[in-house]
């Protein structure tokens, strides 16, 4: 079992930055790729960002490309969304998830989110 917290969220203007944090809890976090995912208000959930196990590799949905940034610290059973630049169309619950297959999942794990807002 793996319980992921995020934190970081928050009310920013445009073109602002944000940092979202993942921890996890329980064993082998360096075990799991670890993903990012955003729901807006009457849309459906999306992927955002994953990255591998080792964090040498990271995946991106084209509409955050060049903005944000996903990293992992195995160490401190975290992951990371730095995101900059950021656009009102960002606003939405953002959650981390696991598995242990790959960025493409499917994902066994999820938090509960964070909220993200972006004002224009």
């Known amino acids: 079992q793996v319980q992921l917290v995020e934190s970081g969220g928050g009310l920013v203007q445009a073109g602002g930055s944000l940092r979202l944090s993942c921890t996890a809890s329980?064993?082998?976090?360096?075990?799991?790729?670890m993903g990012w995912f955003r729901q807006a208000p009457r849309k459906e959930r999306e992927f955002v960002a994953a990255?591998?196990?080792?964090?040498?590799?990271?995946y991106y949905a084209d509409s955050v490309k060049g903005r944000f940034t996903i990293s992992r610290d195995n160490a401190k059973n975290t992951v990371y969304l730095q995101m900059n630049s950021l656009k009102p169309e960002d606003t939405a619950v953002y959650y981390c998830?696991?598995?242990?297959?790959?960025?493409?999942?499917?994902?066994?794990?999820w938090g509960r989110g964070t909220q993200v807002n972006v004002s224009s």
């Open positions: 998830a696991a598995n242990p297959r790959g960025p493409s999942g499917p994902y066994d794990y």
């Open positions: 990255i591998n196990w080792r964090g040498s590799s990271t």
């Open positions: 329980g064993r082998s976090f360096g075990a799991y790729v």
